[in-house]
């Protein structure tokens, strides 16, 4: 019998290419709206906030986009990542599914997040930019880029959210180490930071909020400062298919393909990464993989948020794009500890859901810290929270497989680890975390302020 566990490649099969789902959508894509005049946006507007080869390949619509080798150099640090079969898991189910994970823990941060940033620390450092400014929630993108901009000698500012700041000590330090300079936001030091500590002196911030204030910075710094965002956008979603390309090789070296392909979603980075090379096989080759995006109930944009043009930001500053929202304005509830709190939802995963090419679910916060927690019992690695959503959903697959009695291949991808989400484990073992489901009177309201588009 084959009890084989992990399917490791070599350095030499770090994909040469990104995979970019432009070249494939079966569903157009409405276009990405200037905030201002809510007019299709200009390569000169982005050209404030981003390097010209970043603009390219995110209106681009090549299908492969050549990975550079100085990125896959740097790539080689973590790269190939492992993929293992879960059969401690599988045996403590008692299910006929092969559960199987992509482990993007591996990486120097701790998640799938520099793959994009070494890419976009990469392409900034060689069209001149000096310092690079970005927000970060829970920590994990703001890690990640400062570990990138000391790689490629750029300067990294991080607008981090105020509430994490003050909860999470241990990511800020780390970015501190990697010689980045982190800020709780709202900070007093942007215009639109001051208005809101004016109004709500005691703000705990907000994604969107934090969003706006690296906005602000790189917009006004005459060019020297670019942002960087770690989710959402096309091309972030681009660079993380080396996830996807990787484990499409490895399952072949594990003799198997998987019948659905599940990733925890915030703003989609994660889940795109590993389910659009999955997807160009549905597209092209008539496989028939479901891919299952998986979202909290307190932050539930693809399930219970509208498809349609929102700001990306709290401010109104950065563009507008169709996507699955829960409002600009989304602030998520302290007692949510499982991340995944952005308010709106990659473009291109919310064409698809709305087309019916992925499916969406939400889970509850103490249903995922429980799967969380049989998952390191039985694996050892004790996950992100936010990677916990997808562990819990590949666990449901599991159990359902085992009622229908069904050998079915299940693929997620384990986005994170967790050692420095350990509060939030320590909250959930002293049962202070509850089930909490975003209320739809918050969503209705949210909805009476989106920009009035006419297209
Ligand atoms: C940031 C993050 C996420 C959510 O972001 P996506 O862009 O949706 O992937 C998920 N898991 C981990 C570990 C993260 O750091």
Request: positive net charge; without cysteine; charged residues 50%.
């Given at each position: 019998m084959n009890d084989q566990i992990r399917f490791q490649l070599s350095q030499n099969d770090i994909p040469k290419f990104w995979y970019n789902i432009n070249a494939d959508m079966p569903v157009p894509l409405a276009p990405v709206l200037n905030p201002q005049t809510l007019e299709p946006i200009t390569p000169e507007f982005l050209a404030v906030l981003f390097p010209m080869s970043i603009i390219q390949q995110e209106v681009s619509t090549e299908r492969y986009i050549e990975i550079p080798e100085e990125v896959r150099e740097v790539y080689?640090?973590?790269?190939p990542t492992p993929l293992l079969r879960a059969r401690r898991l599988e045996k403590a189910l008692d299910t006929p599914a092969h559960i199987y994970y992509k482990y993007e823990g591996v990486s120097p941060s701790g998640s799938h997040k520099p793959n994009t940033a070494v890419a976009q620390a990469f392409y900034n450092k060689i069209e001149g930019t000096k310092a690079l400014t970005t927000e970060t929630g829970a920590g994990q993108w703001g890690s990640a880029l400062s570990f990138a901009g000391k790689i490629f000698g750029l300067d990294v500012e991080v607008y981090m959210v105020k509430v994490s700041y003050q909860q999470k000590p241990y990511r800020r330090i780390l970015m501190e180490s990697f010689g980045a300079t982190v800020y709780p936001s709202p900070t007093e030091h942007t215009d639109y930071g001051r208005a809101i500590l004016q109004k709500h002196p005691d703000s705990p911030g907000s994604l969107g909020i934090a969003i706006s204030e690296a906005v602000e910075m790189a917009a006004k710094s005459g060019g020297t400062k670019k942002y960087s965002l770690g989710s959402v956008l096309t091309h972030v979603l681009t660079h993380q298919t080396v996830i996807g390309e990787e484990a499409l090789k490895q399952m072949d070296l594990a003799g198997e393909y998987p019948d659905v392909v599940i990733g925890c979603t915030g703003g989609g980075s994660n889940f795109g990464g590993i389910a659009y090379p999955f997807l160009r096989h549905n597209l092209q080759d008539g496989k028939n993989t479901r891919l299952l995006a998986v979202e909290p109930m307190a932050s539930p944009s693809l399930t219970r948020g509208v498809y349609t043009f929102d700001y990306g930001d709290t401010a109104r500053m950065a563009p507008v794009v169709k996507m699955h929202t829960l409002g600009h304005d989304f602030v998520p509830a302290p007692i949510h500890a499982g991340g995944l709190r952005y308010h709106g939802m990659a473009p291109t995963i919310s064409a698809l859901v709305d087309a019916g090419y992925i499916e969406a679910v939400a889970v509850p916060q103490l249903p995922t810290f429980e799967a969380a927690l049989m998952f390191a019992h039985n694996e050892g690695i004790i996950p992100a929270p936010e990677s916990a959503h997808a562990i819990r959903a590949a666990i449901d697959e599991a159990l359902d497989a085992k009622e229908k009695g069904e050998a079915r291949v299940i693929l997620f991808n384990l986005s994170g680890h967790g050692h420095f989400d350990l509060a939030a484990y320590d909250a959930y073992l002293k049962g202070e975390l509850h089930n909490y489901e975003y209320p739809q009177e918050a969503i209705e309201e949210a909805m009476s302020h989106l920009p009035q588009v006419k297209l």
């Open positions: 080689k640090l973590w790269r």
